[in-house]
């Protein structure tokens, strides 16, 4: 008798297709001989990897919703510390600054508390990495690339999160900015 038939199905067309006809032919071996939880091999694969893909669809909508609030912060934080330096920022253009260089200097500070965040989180990712490298697929705990990509990522939402509070520093009114206190 037929003890594993787990081979006896291969087809280049739609497997499911092939269903009724294998149905057929093994009645006919045996009329008794059950045929129950018949399935394709991708549709096999596809239960299987069921909740890997759900794990990851999951940490990808986390890692987004991270990412727009890390973007939150560094937006709050830049916008925070310009209103708190609308004065120094107004006795600079009083004493000749032009807008662009209040410009860098924002933006280049913003720049620069992120350099110092990407450095420690690379540093501290490559090391942690090492102990989750058992739930990485396709990606080593040292892939180049990937942190290639994760920091430039972070650095362009970085960037933009600086850059409407740099352009709002540079519309600052000198008079109105020595005249608050």
């Known amino acids: 008798m037929i ?11 739609d497997a499911t297709q ?6 057929k ?17 991708d549709e096999a694969i596809r239960q299987g990897l069921w909740a890997s893909r759900t794990g990851a669809a999951l940490l990808s909508v986390f890692g ?27 006795i600079r253009m009083a004493i000749g600054a032009q807008r662009h260089n209040v ?20 540093v501290a990712a490559f090391f942690v990495a090492r102990y989750f490298q058992n739930f990485l697929f396709g990606v080593g705990a040292g ?8 920091t430039i990522v972070l650095s362009t939402v970085a960037l933009l999160a600086c850059f409407l509070p740099a352009q709002r520093a540079t519309k600052v009114d000198p008079l109105v900015a020595l005249r608050t206190e």
């Open 64 to 90: 987004a919703l991270a990412l727009l609030l890390a973007t939150i912060g560094v937006y709050g934080i830049m916008s925070y510390t310009v209103g708190k330096r609308t004065r120094e920022i107004g």
């Open 103 to 122: 410009f860098r200097l924002i933006l280049g500070q913003g720049l620069v508390i992120t350099g110092i965040g990407l450095a420690v989180g690379l």
């Open 25 to 41: 032919a093994l009645q006919s071996l045996d009329p008794a001989l059950p045929f129950v939880n018949v399935t394709t091999m």
């Open 143 to 150: 892939d180049f690339l990937t942190y290639v990509v994760i």
């Open 18 to 23: 092939l269903i009724p006809t294998l149905r």
């Open 3 to 13: 003890s594993d038939l787990r081979h006896a199905g291969r087809t280049e067309r």
